[in-house]
Each structure stands twice: as structure tokens, then as C-alpha cells.
């Protein structure tokens, strides 16, 4: 039986890590390899970066990252942000990457999505979908929700649901699903979005944003069909990490991946 | 010196990087003879089946490959496990290296998700080298569609998934991962470890 995973993301910004992190034992704190590496020893079943690096001279340095995590942390890593054709998708794959995650530019133009699955494999083409309720439930039908691109700053009036379809019949392999309704407020995940997403989906499902407590992760699998789990400050503080928040998963009968 | 074959299909760095950090003095190859001068091979491989073999056969290594793995060593991975069988059933019939008695055929799986994409856990089958020291119950990352078919004898480590789905394949010193050990953690680094130190 598969185990759900817990995924931890980074940001990065020109090869450093954007959030203020202060881990024991780990020497330089805005080092991306040092924290995956961390997460990896914590029991992180994938880790994923995002580059949210503005300039073009910076992105060179997200490859570089890719290159030496690879060398030292053997669980899958995804990398994301600002990839725009199939060069991006091959100079990350070549540097390590195991799966690349494309946004905005694959709402620009889906074939990148299938361009992609063809040279590449579906297994390495994530579609992150970064999604906000603009109609909630009502008596004249199920809750809207709109796709943001551009850092959530641009709505594009397409639906979320349909377009999580859509991106699988392209040959998406996975769905990063992050609700701007619910990130960042760690009051957890946002249950209704993923059911609206995982009931059309064939594909594994990743939810993303709103994980503060432990319980949380519990509830987004037990009432969800979520096949992992994304956060990203709450393991940045320290005061949670990846092991403990799968032991209250496996307390509660909730199979992951326990590190012997 | 372990040889990883580079036939053009996929994953060689990941695999060279995971034996760079284990120690073991490697190197990524399709010279024949730097194959034949290699203590062991690594066949790696993601794809499909039929243009796998293609592209052995095109680089004159099918051939190579099956009468090396009589002298020495042989761990596929993935596809490249898939590869050892007699017959591969990915879109068309075709016919493999044949180091492992059995087939590959299309995972079965209704309710479930294809490709089986995650960490699975394994159950231990008959006792083979690569396997020691692996715990029952642990988890290996899997991606694929495609699983082997073959005798209980054969198998290592095996999951579930729609009916059961072999993780570790053997047959003398040709051994075969269908899981990812480069990807698994430290219990693939460890059958990465079993590998390398075989004798």
C-alpha cells in the first residue's frame, strides 16, 4: 500500500533560502542543500524547491542547487517556478531534478504540458494550481473556484476543477494544488477545494497551504483523497517537524513512511 | 569499477551520484569494453520497453550485456529491471534480454491510480543478498506501470498493489530493482550498499 507523503517546499531566491530559518546543526540556514538535506534525515518523502528568483542571471543558480542536493539526499526532488519551456524542464531533470512542477506558463499555453509528458514521462510533470473560491456552494450550484497565475496576483477566470482535468488529459502526472483561501494561515487545509479537485483527478493529488498542526494533516487525508501533503513555514520554525508530524499520522492510522 | 550502461534512457546520474556518496568507485558507459572491464553493471532505464530494447540492440549491447551478466554481476533498475525478463507486453509484444524467466505486463489495478507512484512497503520473498538487512514493512519508492510476471522463486521483495508487484527480482547474480534504490532513502542506499559490496 502506498504511504501519503509529506512534502516539505522551499523557497528560493538566487540560490538562498527566502524564509528565516533557525535549525540546530545546520551551518549556513539560507543554504537550500543543508535544509533538504535536514528534511531528508527528518523523514521528508520528496522535497520540493521553488524558485522564485526574479532575474534571469539568478535562475542559472537553481540547477546548481538541484546538482549538489542530488549528490546527498536520495528521495525524489521536485523543483517549480518560473519554468517556461521544455529547455527548463531539461536543464533541471539533467541537474537532478526527479519531477519539475510548471504554473503560469503552462496556463499560457497547455501544450507545454503535453510536450513535456511526451519528451519527458508524465511521471516527471507536476501542475501546480494556485486556486481561490470566487462562489461559494449555494442553491444554484457547487462552489467556484478560479486559477491565479503570476504568484496569485492574476485571476484568469478559469475554473480550477476543469482545469485540473484538463491538465491531466494533457499528461500531467500530479497536481500540486495550493488554495490562496487558506495559505499561510495554518488554520488547516482546504477541505472542500481538494474534494472539488480529487473527485475529477486520476492523478495523484497535492495539497497545499494552510497545514499549521499536525492534526491538520491528519484531517486533509482522512477527509480527502490527497495522495501527499505540502507545507512550507511550519517546518521552517522548527517548531514542528516532518517526523512528528508523521507520527500523529501514524497514530492515527494514517500509513506513511516511518524512517527505522 | 561498476559500469552503469548508458544506452541513452534516463536516471544514470541519479544512480552514479548514490554510489559516489555510498564509496563505490563508478562510472557511466557505453564502451563495450569498459563494460567487459567492469566488476559490475548497472542497467538503468526509464521509458518504454520497446524502444529500451531498441536502443541496446542499436548500440550493439543487448547481446554484450546478456554474456557479461554470466561473469559478473547485474542489477537492473526500473525499466531496466523490466528489461531482464523474456518478454515485454509495453503497446507491442517484444522480446527482452531474457536473464530472468517471466514477462512484463500491465499493472492491474482497478480504484487505483496508475502509474503505482509512491512509497510502497515490502514484504520479504525468497532471501537473496541485495535484500539483507531490509526490514519487512519498510518503504521503497516505486514509479511505474509495468510489473514483472514470474515465479515466487524469483522474487526478493515484492508490494501490493492490485495483486502483488515484485520490488527485488534475482536469478543467480543477475539481480533487478523496480523500485527506485537511488530514490528510496537510506533502505535503498543500503541494497545500493548489498550491491556494490557483493563478491
Not at chain 1, 36 to 46: F, I, V
Not at chain 1, 100 to 122: C, D, H, Q, Y
Request: glycine letters at 12%; one cysteine or more; aromatic letters at 8%.
Amino acid at each position: 500500500m502506498l504511504a501519503k507523503r509529506i512534502i516539505p517546499c522551499l523557497d528560493v531566491r538566487d540560490g538562498k533560502v527566502v524564509k528565516g530559518i533557525n535549525f540546530l546543526g545546520v551551518k549556513d540556514v539560507g543554504d537550500p542543500v543543508e535544509l533538504a538535506m535536514l528534511y531528508n534525515k527528518m523523514g521528508a518523502d520528496e522535497i520540493v524547491f521553488l524558485d522564485i528568483t526574479a532575474t534571469h542571471e539568478g535562475r542559472g543558480t537553481m540547477a546548481d542547487v538541484v546538482r549538489r542536493t542530488a549528490k546527498n539526499v536520495f528521495v525524489p526532488l521536485t523543483v517549480g517556478g518560473g519554468i517556461r519551456d521544455t529547455d527548463d524542464f531539461r536543464a533541471l531533470l539533467r541537474a537532478g531534478a526527479d519531477k519539475v512542477s510548471v504554473n503560469s506558463a503552462a496556463v499560457k499555453r497547455p501544450g507545454l504540458i503535453s510536450e513535456a509528458a511526451t519528451i519527458f514521462g508524465s511521471q516527471c510533470v507536476v501542475v501546480a494550481i494556485d486556486a481561490k473560491l470566487v462562489k461559494p456552494a449555494g442553491s444554484d450550484g457547487a462552489a467556484r473556484y478560479n486559477v491565479f497565475v503570476h504568484g496569485g496576483r492574476i485571476d484568469t477566470g478559469k475554473d480550477a476543477v476543469e482545469w485540473a482535468a484538463e491538465a491531466e488529459r494533457l499528461g500531467a502526472g500530479e497536481i500540486l494544488l495550493t488554495s490562496m483561501d487558506t495559505d499561510g494561515t495554518k488554520s488547516g487545509f482546504d477541505i472542500d477545494m481538494l474534494n472539488a479537485v480529487c473527485s475529477v483527478a486520476n492523478i495523484p493529488v497535492i495539497a497545499s497551504g494552510g497545514g499549521g498542526q499536525p492534526e491538520d494533516f491528519v484531517d486533509v487525508f482522512r477527509k480527502t483523497g490527497a495522495d501527499a501533503a505540502l507545507a512550507a513555514s511550519i517546518f521552517h520554525y522548527g517548531d514542528m517537524d516532518v517526523s512528528k508530524v508523521k507520527g500523529v499520522l501514524a497514530d492515527a492510522g494514517i500509513p506513511v513512511r516511518i524512517l527505522y | 569499477m561498476i559500469a552503469i550502461v548508458d544506452y541513452g534512457a534516463g536516471n544514470l546520474f541519479s544512480v552514479k551520484n548514490a554510489l559516489d556518496f555510498l564509496g563505490f568507485e563508478s562510472a557511466i558507459s557505453s564502451e563495450k569494453r569498459q563494460l567487459d572491464n567492469a566488476e559490475k553493471l548497472i542497467l538503468p532505464g526509464v521509458g518504454a520497453f520497446p524502444d529500451a530494447m531498441r536502443k541496446l540492440e542499436a548500440a550493439g549491447l543487448a547481446g554484450a550485456i546478456a554474456a557479461m551478466a554470466r561473469e559478473k554481476p547485474l542489477l537492473g533498475i526500473c525499466l531496466g529491471m523490466q528489461l531482464l525478463f523474456q518478454w515485454g507486453h509495453e503497446f507491442e509484444k517484444t522480446k527482452g534480454l531474457g536473464l530472468i524467466e517471466g514477462s512484463v505486463e500491465r499493472i492491474e489495478a482497478p480504484g487505483l491510480k496508475i502509474p503505482h507512484m509512491g512509497w510502497s512497503d515490502i514484504k520479504k520473498g525468497a532471501a537473496c543478498p541485495l535484500s539483507d538487512g531490509i526490514q519487512e514493512g519498510s518503504r521503497l519508492y516505486f514509479v511505474h506501470s509495468y510489473k514483472a510476471v514470474t515465479d515466487m522463486a524469483n522474487i526478493s521483495l515484492y508490494t501490493e498493489y492490485g495483486g502483488l508487484v515484485p520490488g527485488l527480482v534475482f536469478n543467480g547474480n543477475v539481480f533487478g530493482c523496480q523500485f527506485h534504490p537511488e530514490k528510496s532513502g537510506g533502505i535503498g542506499l543500503r541494497i545500493l550498499k548489498n550491491f556494490g559490496e557483493l563478491t
